[in-house]
């Protein structure tokens, strides 16, 4: 049976060292394989004795990681110290090694855990086809203890769900799935008539104003819809045997969630990369980035072009 592999990456700074222990707590859940590597940027570090001496760093770096998986009985592939730019490095060396995930601090050295998400994670998370785990320090450590789900009903979100249901079973955590609806960006109080429904008692262009009780009452349709969405998160649970809290609202989806994590004191956000236009592709501005460059806490972002086509139990 092939093992769950592993990528740590690390820079030698405290949030790093800290990705690392996440990483190994969570190797050692899954039985999975760790491999760390060191990048020196090769563009930063052009004077060969400066070179040499940042190399060395990053061999005592990886040793760390080594010996924290060893004493947790987690197997270590490999450790490499590579020279190159970082992000191209990280992101070839998943593809290589086929990292079913990359566990990487959200901040880098000198950046604070609850600041916006580091160049390095943000370039590695847009371009790396492994799910990403983004590491940042709350209250309960590398123990997961309040996970949150963000679900919109696609593929991608139902999928993250898999996972995080899977997570929480070995973490025995606490789990809320929540479904944000923003009313007021899709439902609209005027309307254009278009050329389709033109011929039909309507002109074309003709402006058609709905009332404010067609407006209640296709706001409280969408509401029973994400209702049903987030409920859809209960059977997945139920096969996993973890018990879900749902939460549905309605309002901005990035302040919502984010509300959710700080009210909930929440340990792990898990997201699906791709969906309905909520948790959607992660290009500049999208949710899913929003939420993992600025929640305070670890954010897993899975992608359902993963090649493993089973979560595992």
């Not at 270590?76 to 590579?82: F, Q, R």
């Not at 309507?202 to 994400?226: C, F, Q, S």
């Amino acid at each position: 049976m092939t093992r769950f592999q592993f990528l740590v990456p690390v820079d030698g700074s405290e949030n790093s060292i800290n990705a690392a222990k996440h990483a190994v707590e969570l190797a050692s859940k899954y039985g999975a394989e760790i491999s760390s590597i060191f990048v020196v940027d090769k563009y930063k570090y052009r004077i060969s004795d400066i070179f040499d001496i940042v190399n060395k760093a990053g061999e005592e770096y990886i040793a760390l990681v080594r010996k924290m998986a060893q004493d947790k009985g987690v197997t270590v592939k490999s450790t490499k110290v590579l020279s190159g730019t970082p992000v191209d490095q990280i992101v070839n060396e998943a593809k290589a090694m086929d990292a079913n995930i990359i566990i990487i601090a959200a901040v880098g050295g000198g950046g604070s855990t609850t600041s916006p998400i580091g160049f390095v994670a943000n370039r590695v998370m847009r371009h790396t086809h492994s799910h990403i785990l983004l590491v940042r320090h709350t209250d309960n450590n590398e123990q997961y203890k309040q996970i949150l789900i963000a679900t919109d009903g696609s593929d991608d979100a139902r999928y993250g769900a898999q996972y995080a249901m899977s997570i929480a079973g070995r973490y025995n955590a606490k789990v809320y799935a929540c479904n944000i609806i923003n009313s007021r960006d899709k439902i609209i109080d005027r309307h254009v008539t278009t050329l389709e429904e033109a011929g039909k008692g309507k002109l074309l262009g003709e402006p058609v104003t709905y009332t404010h009780e067609i407006i209640k009452r296709l706001r409280e349709h969408m509401l029973k819809d994400a209702v049903s969405i987030a409920d859809d998160v209960k059977d997945i649970a139920k096969k996993k045997g973890v018990k879900v809290e749902t939460i549905v609202r309605d309002g901005k989806t990035v302040s919502e969630i984010l509300k959710i994590v700080k009210s909930k004191k929440i340990d792990l956000v898990v997201l699906g990369s791709h969906g309905k236009g909520t948790v959607s592709k992660l290009r500049l501005g999208s949710v899913s980035e929003k939420i993992a460059s600025t929640a305070r806490c670890s954010v897993l972002i899975v992608r359902g072009t993963r090649i493993e086509r089973v979560v595992p139990e």
